[in-house]
């Protein structure tokens, strides 16, 4: 503290402090996220395709696959089946089946609003010859 010439007291290093702090106080908050992830996934219906994005990102192609045949596990989907996209931007899906498979639901939902935490689609592809996992 200081004194002036009349004797009184004065906290400038206190009103600094303050003033700092406020200064702080004042700065623009953390950037909200700007970009989340979203998915394509392509349920185990056994048939085959490939599920598009508009905007460009997701390409992601499920191979079509017989469980009776052999003792070999689904294939994993191929491409790009997650991608960043900007918080608010309205994603559009296209399903396209394989030769001898056809799109027996989804794309789910379609299309999609990105927003922050955990964003998604789904659609199931299935044999023409009938044998679906969800049949």
Same mark, same amino acid.
Request: charged letters at 10%; hydrophobic letters at 35%.
């Given at each position: 503290?200081?004194?002036?010439?009349?004797?009184?007291?004065?906290?400038?290093?206190?009103?600094?402090?303050?003033?700092?702090?406020?200064?702080?106080?004042?700065?623009?908050?953390?950037?909200?996220?700007? *970009?989340?992830?979203l998915?394509?996934? !392509?349920? /185990? %219906?056994?048939?085959?395709?490939? =599920? $598009?994005?508009?905007?460009?990102?997701i390409?992601?192609?499920?191979e079509?696959?017989d469980?009776?045949?052999?003792?070999?596990?689904?294939?994993?989907?191929?491409?790009?089946?997650?991608?960043?996209?900007?918080?608010?931007?309205?994603?559009?899906?296209?399903? *396209?089946?394989?030769?001898?498979?056809? !799109?027996? /639901? %989804?794309?789910?939902?379609?299309? =999609? $609003?990105?927003?922050?935490?955990?964003?998604?689609?789904?659609?199931?592809?299935?044999p023409n010859?009938?044998?679906?996992?969800?049949?």
């Amino acid at each position: 503290m200081s004194r002036n010439r009349n004797g009184v007291r004065r906290a400038t290093g206190v009103v600094t402090a303050l003033a700092t702090a406020a200064a702080i106080a004042s700065v623009a908050p953390a950037q909200a996220q700007s *970009t989340a992830q979203l998915t394509a996934w !392509v349920s /185990d %219906g056994w048939g085959g395709g490939t =599920v $598009t994005s508009q905007p460009a990102g997701i390409n992601c192609h499920q191979e079509a696959w017989d469980p009776y045949a052999t003792n070999d596990p689904q294939p994993n989907p191929t491409g790009t089946c997650t991608a960043s996209f900007e918080v608010g931007t309205t994603v559009t899906f296209t399903a *396209t089946p394989d030769p001898g498979s056809y !799109v027996n /639901d %989804g794309p789910t939902p379609n299309p =999609v $609003t990105v927003r922050t935490g955990y964003n998604y689609t789904w659609v199931m592809f299935c044999p023409n010859d009938g044998l679906c996992s969800a049949g």
